[in-house]
T-cell receptor, first 113, second 114 residues
Framework: AQSVAQPEDQVNVAEGNPLTVKCTYS??????LFWYVQYPNRGLQFLLK????DNLVKGSYGFEAEFNKSQTSFHLKKPSALVSDSALYFC???????????WGAGTKLIIKP | DGGITQSPKYLFRKEGQNVTLSCEQN?????MYWYRQDPGQGLRLIYY???????QKGDIAEGYSVSREKKESFPLTVTSAQKNPTAFYLC?????????????FGDGTRLSIL
């Protein structure tokens, strides 16, 4: 069965420091991986995706994610955090046999000035 | 601006009442989705539609119904059979129901029980 785990409910980072939001997944075939961000009382916004190719994927707002097949991980990263990055982040995965996205529970990212 | 519009932003349901949440997109997308979001949980799929006049049940379809009579519209009805409807409902669309297509989201409808 497909599954996604975001092991941290909350991540706290000081402004200007690098940030990492973790995601691990389990699928039976090749994974299609996505990161989304949600601000309070808003819908989700697409940040980036991994389909195939280069393991380091660059996305919106300076975010990037590294696909690691052996560790079945797709961690979201940013070299220098901004207070405005504070939000809820969701990882999602689907495999090649299913159109349905499977969502992680979300990680609340708090960037302190 | 192209996007997805959900209305109303807030909705209150009385016992035994059916309510309908609106979702309209002008992105010319084929696929549309309804999700339910509860605190501390990921999104759970209620229904999805890959094309006009076709839709499929998701993981938690019981107590909900949808229609897809037009490409741009995918309304969700929360029926009285849904005993715990209080949640944040999100509508999304994608160009196609392909594996690599990102989904675009509306700003949600928050449903509460009176």
């Amino acid at each position: 069965a497909q599954s996604v785990a975001q092991p941290e409910d909350q991540v706290n980072v000081a402004e200007g420091n690098p940030l990492t939001v973790k995601c691990t997944y389990s699928v039976s075939g090749n994974p299609y991986l996505f990161w989304y961000v949600q601000y309070p009382n808003r819908g989700l916004q697409f940040l980036l995706k991994y389909i195939t190719g280069d393991n380091l994927v660059k996305g919106s707002y300076g975010f990037e994610a590294e696909f690691n097949k052996s560790q079945t991980s797709f961690h979201l990263k940013k070299p220098s955090a901004l207070v405005s990055d504070s939000a809820l982040y969701f990882c999602a995965v689907r495999d090649g046999s299913n159109y349905q996205l499977i969502w992680g529970a979300g990680t609340k990212l708090i960037i302190k000035p | 601006d192209g996007g997805i519009t959900q209305s109303p932003k807030y909705l209150f349901r009385k016992e035994g009442q059916n309510v309908t949440l609106s979702c309209e997109q002008n992105l010319n997308h084929d696929a549309m989705y309804w999700y339910r979001q509860d605190p501390g949980q990921g999104l759970r799929l209620i229904y999805y539609s890959q094309i006009v006049n076709d839709f499929q049940k998701g993981d938690i379809a019981e107590g909900y119904s949808v229609s897809r009579e037009k490409k741009e519209s995918f309304p969700l009805t929360v029926t009285s059979a849904q005993k715990n409807p209080t949640a944040f409902y999100l509508c999304a669309s994608s160009a196609r129901a392909d594996h690599n297509q990102p989904q675009h989201f509306g700003d949600g409808t928050r449903l509460s029980i009176l």
